[in-house]
Every structure is written in structure tokens, then in C-alpha cells.
């Protein structure tokens, strides 16, 4: 299964994304809103979502840090 790690999100903007497999995100910061679904795999959030930010999570797998 392929891992991905989409690394940092910052700033005022909104991402919609939707991968296939596991999925990595370091940080959210600065009132970004990221929306990410894994279709087959599991999404970890490595450092912090800021309190400022908002993430929509759904996967086939596990949720978590």
C-alpha cells in the first residue's frame, strides 16, 4: 500500500484531499481547514493540529497520532 506524508499545512486556505493509502500530516497552523480521506489507509497526524485550524478526518483505517 503506498504512504504519503503531505507535510505541513499553513495559513488561511482550505485543502480538500482524498489519497488511496496511508496518509501523514505534520501540522496544521494558522487557520487552515484540511479536509483528508484515505480510501484504504489509516492517517496519522505526526505533530499538532494548532488550535486555530480545523481537519475533517475520515479513513478505512485508524485515526490518530
Known amino acids: 500500500m503506498r ?8 495559513g488561511n486556505a482550505t ?3 482524498i489519497e488511496d493509502g496511508d496518509v501523514t500530516v505534520n501540522t496544521t497552523s494558522n487557520r487552515f481547514i484540511l479536509q483528508l ?3 484504504c489507509g489509516s ?15 475520515t479513513a478505512f483505517g485508524s485515526v490518530g497520532r
Do not use: F, P
Open 43 to 57: 492517517i496519522t497526524i505526526n505533530q499538532k493540529i494548532d488550535q486555530h485550524s480545523t481537519v475533517y478526518l
Open 15 to 17: 485543502v480538500n484531499e
Open 3 to 10: 504512504q504519503l506524508n503531505l507535510g505541513t499545512y499553513n
Open 37 to 39: 480521506r484515505s480510501r
